[in-house]
């Protein structure tokens, strides 16, 4: 008898050391995105002040990319990219920033909602309102802007504690057993820069290569001047904008802080992936502009922070570069579902350092009537009429130049670089047929402007915004 049992027991044994192992619990996964962050004012990225402790503590315990490029210097764009993991020419928005839509490619919330995830997003930003496609996949796409900030008539965003909230409310009501994908948008450090209550008076002027003080400009862009919806009252120091910028990140990175923490709170079993980037970055003197962004593809609107935190991912950084594009393939990666068919972005997992994509690999940059390809040290731009989205685009004419960085980590003019002029042209040649997104509501084509991204009171402005085309008619499919 003894002898039976023992057989039985070892053929237990043996059968249940061949089954298959339990398939791990899929992770919960946050995605934040920083509006207007650039790398360079978090302190992990080097900026002086501990102004982001909640990002310092995300890079702490994970990968920083010290070289991550956005696809596009502004808003709708550069998202755009990020969901779908293409390159702003190959996807319907194209380089606009709200009158065009996203159209014909699956998107990361989709792929998410296809496994089971529960997924809400939570953005502040008019330009990210679902009438430009971004809402596909969500449960829950929660784009009430209640709030104004200051200089601004209308209620055009939330800010970033109003903007948590609502994510943190709606974690709580998820059932602890389905896995939950959330992307929160902070709109906050866009200006103007009014940090709110406690926030506000925290950090000391910043000094800025611009010394004395700047006068306010007649509209929202411009060089040597302060766009006129970021004035501060009377302030015309530049290092007093800074200071003022650098507090609206610390607010932001207060309430990404709060979101995470809940977050992991309810994933202690299933895991967590956090990935953290911003849209673009901003202007602080670099070429004589001031406090804005979008006027071109230069490093200090290009350049922005790129974190993981995942279960077993070990804290390291790599130099890179990296893009918008590969948001979407690693997030996927990580949680362990299939790639988007046909990205153009490549899954990061830290651990192979920069052998984990092609040592010359260029990336791609885009705003209206620019484009440019990034290396580890150079970057080369085409704008113009080869680059402009826009028929007026077509008078303009089409230059190019190549910049390096030199060993003091300036990028300073160089020689032209053939191979990037070469990915460029083939770039802006395959790009793809733009969507309207339908015709604007009257009061948000007002927010546009009050925002600074629609110019004041001119009628072909409000034409191009209000485009009598259907949402899914294409608006062009080649430069003019």
């Not at 200089?151 to 939330?158: G, L, S, V, Y």
């Not at 690999?361 to 989205?389: M, N, P, V």
Request: charged fraction near 20%.
């Amino acid at each position: 008898m003894k002898a039976l049992e023992a057989c039985l027991l070892a053929l237990v044994t043996g059968l249940l050391a061949c089954a298959p192992a339990p398939e791990a619990d899929p992770p919960d996964v946050l995605l934040i995105t920083v509006d207007t962050l650039r790398a360079d004012y978090v302190h992990a990225y080097g900026f002086a002040e501990e102004n982001t402790p909640t990002m310092d503590a995300l890079a702490a315990r994970g990968v920083l990319f010290e070289n991550a490029i956005a696809a596009a210097t502004l808003t709708a764009p550069a998202h755009a990219s990020i969901m779908t993991s293409r390159y702003v020419r190959e996807h319907s928005i194209g380089s606009r920033n709200g009158d065009t839509r996203l159209e014909g490619l699956p998107t990361l919330a989709q792929r998410f909602a296809e496994a089971g995830y529960a997924t809400g997003a939570f953005v502040s930003n008019v330009v990210l309102r679902r009438r430009i496609g971004l809402d596909r996949g969500f449960h829950v796409y929660d784009d009430e802007l209640p709030s104004s900030e200051r200089n601004r008539d209308f209620h055009f965003e939330r800010q970033a504690g109003a903007t948590a909230g609502r994510a943190l409310e709606w974690l709580m009501t998820r059932p602890g057993s389905q896995p939950v994908f959330l992307w929160l948008h902070l709109q906050d450090p866009h200006g103007p820069y009014t940090p709110p209550g406690e926030w506000s008076g925290t950090i000391a002027p910043v000094p800025l290569a611009m010394k004395g003080e700047l006068g306010v400009l007649p509209g929202n862009s411009g060089r040597a001047g302060i766009p006129a919806y970021q004035a501060l009252g009377e302030a015309r120091d530049p290092a007093l904008y800074a200071a003022r910028y650098a507090e609206e990140i610390r607010y932001a990175d207060h309430w990404a802080g709060r979101v995470i923490e809940a977050l992991e709170a309810r994933s202690a079993k299933r895991g967590a992936v956090i990935l953290l980037t911003a849209d673009h970055g901003e202007s602080l003197g670099e070429g004589g502009w001031f406090f804005q962004h979008g006027q071109s593809t230069a490093p200090e609107l290009a350049r922005v922070p790129f974190i993981v935190v995942a279960p077993g991912l070990a804290p390291g950084r790599v130099r890179g570069p990296v893009s918008h594009v590969d948001v979407a393939p690693t997030l996927l990666a990580l949680a362990r579902l299939p790639e988007l068919p046909g990205a153009s972005g490549y899954a990061l997992s830290g651990q192979g350092g920069d052998e984990q994509f092609p040592r010359d690999r260029l990336i791609f940059c885009d705003t209206d009537g620019e484009s440019a390809a990034y290396g580890a040290e150079s970057w080369t731009r085409i704008a113009g009429a080869a680059a402009s989205d826009r028929p007026e685009g077509s008078a303009i004419p089409t230059r190019s130049e190549t910049v390096r960085r030199n060993a003091a980590g300036k990028w300073r003019p160089a020689d032209p670089d053939t191979r990037a002029m070469g990915a460029l042209g083939d770039y802006l040649a395959r790009r793809a047929s733009l969507v309207a997104a339908g015709p604007m509501a009257p009061e948000h084509v007002e927010e546009l402007r009050a925002l600074g991204y629609l110019p004041p009171h001119e009628a072909d402005a409000s034409e191009d915004a209000n485009q009598a085309s259907p949402a899914a008619s294409p608006i062009s499919d080649s430069a003019p």
